[in-house]
């Protein structure tokens, strides 16, 4: 590959595709949903797409744009369902609220076994598997970066930070490049770390800058910021900005943050999602139209 595998991951973050069939697959003896779209050119590059808590895979894909750059790229993507409208990541149990699964869900499992469903029928290159999801499927993001590290060329999580519980429980294998996306006004998982101010917060959120600094850690990078890139403001109206906060990592171990200033939970780009407008400020800066706004510079 000619780019990092996190500017790949970059590249496809506000976009994707409109799954046209339904699956399942059982696993320990539970039957198991998903949504999948499959290009005619193979191997190709696989993006897991995790839904946030209370939502389904199919969310996912008309809540945000993937469907145009998966269309445009020939690249494949699989939505999964989590049970119960949520994912088991490796979280202690008093830092969730909202939704859970049923007891004993192995949502490692689950996942891991779709992806080497698509590596062993020869549809995915196993060399740019990547898995990115919001909120609860951001926390389940991080769970599979850390657990199942050797799967993934990169990952990207979006309005999440670390836990205590899930530090604790996350011990990568390798170093693994991550993408971290949030805002600074969301009230949900706060910017800089706490309890949510809003009925549905939970208390024991790190900050980003420390969520940042564990996986700079993690990946032999310096432990001082990057060089800050201010995005271009592409919509004014939208009351949020865009600074790139890079890291200095070894090759191929990059750690980037896309700080949203005055953003909200809401994953960035210009689909509506009317349930979630009360609380939460949407930023349109991150085009999923244009790439041309993700700074190559991370590579």
């Keep these: 590959m000619t780019k990092s595998s996190l500017h790949w991951v970059g590249l496809l973050l506000a976009f994707g595709l409109v799954p046209a069939t339904a699956e399942t697959i059982e696993i320990g003896g539970v039957t198991r949903t998903y949504q999948a779209i499959l290009p005619e050119r193979k191997p190709a590059p696989l993006v897991l797409v995790l839904h946030g808590n209370w939502q389904h ?38 830092e969730r609220v909202g939704r859970t699964p049923p007891s004993g869900t192995d949502d490692i499992a689950f996942l891991s076994a779709l992806v ?9 290159d196993p060399k740019r598997v990547y898995v990115t999801g919001l909120s609860n499927g951001g926390a389940m993001t991080m769970s599979m970066a850390c657990a199942r590290t050797d799967m993934f060329a990169a990952a990207a999580s979006v309005i999440i930070n670390l836990t205590d519980g899930l530090a604790a429980s996350c011990r990568p294998s390798r170093p693994i490049p991550l993408l971290l996306m949030n805002g600074t006004d969301d009230p949900l998982v706060p910017f800089n770390g706490g309890k ?3 009925w549905f917060g939970v208390d024991g959120f ?13 990946n032999g990078c310096d432990a001082a910021d990057g060089p800050g890139t201010d995005l271009a403001d592409r919509d004014p109206e939208d009351g949020s900005t865009v600074t790139l906060v890079a890291s200095r990592c070894p090759p191929g171990r990059d750690v980037a943050l896309y700080r949203v200033n005055g953003g909200g939970h809401r994953f960035p780009g210009t689909k509506p999602d009317a349930r979630m407008q009360a609380v939460c400020q949407t930023d349109r800066n991150v085009d999923p139209r244009s790439a041309s706004n993700l700074d190559p510079s991370i590579a």
């Design 116 to 124: 080497e469903t698509y590596l062993t029928n020869g549809v995915a």
């Design 57 to 94: 895979g199919a969310d996912m894909a008309t809540r945000t744009a993937w469907p145009d750059m998966a269309r445009r790229e020939g690249f494949a993507i699989v939505f999964p369902d989590g049970l119960n409208r949520a994912w088991a990541d490796l979280r202690a149990k008093a």
């Design 196 to 198: 949510g101010t809003s």
């Design 206 to 218: 790190w900050s980003t800058s420390r969520t940042v600094q564990f996986w700079r850690g993690k």
